[in-house]
């Protein structure tokens, strides 16, 4: 699904591809962005024997690797079974919406009391790399980016501790669009209402941005089916793209 080169470009850790040993962060960044890019489903079980053969590292590396993994939530630990990408519950689902529509509501407006014209233009560049990404199909760099565009306008609101706290948001919603979603819509996001949020915000009318965002994350919810079967898929094949960059 992934390209090799959108591999690279995805995580600092890429920059190890050639050098080993690799650290436990660098095992981290490629199970997140692995999740990201949907070749890891929810749900996955993660041995420590596959992880050191495709990683090409020792036990203790793996074992803190899920250490990272717990407290970034992105892998449950259970005694005997190793780790488990996380599968958000659809209680679980519906509080990380909730959550994000309050924060989110939040942070705009913070942004747009303070926002520069440069910022918008930096918007704009971001929404121009969503449609690059979307037109080279290449599916994960684009999912990754409408994902990257909340966190943009959450950076622009300049308070770091709920830019942090929408990052595990984001991810979740990641976790939650790829067990519930729809199976023909590999986005968390339309790439069109993220163009109306920037023309509002650029018109300064803050409480249309603010309409938008809230729909937007309404829509995505709304799309979710809470009886779908559960996706797994084998490890080899979900870094395969890793390995060959
Ligand atoms: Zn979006």
Redesign the pocket.
Known sequence: MASAATIANSSTAKTHMAEAPMTEEDVCAHVRDSVLERRLAPGTKLTEESLCSIFGVGRTTVRRAFLLLKRDNIVDLHRNRGAVVASPTPAEARDVFESRRMIEHALLQQAASTIAPASITALEDHLEQERTALTAGDVGRWIRL?GD??LHLARLAGNRVMLEFLKQLVFQTSLIVALYGPSNNGS???GG??AKIVAAMRDGDLSSAQDILDS?LREIEAQLEFNKPEKQNDLVSAFAPMRSA
């Open positions: 409408t565009f909340h968390n996001c339309s209402d993220h937007h």
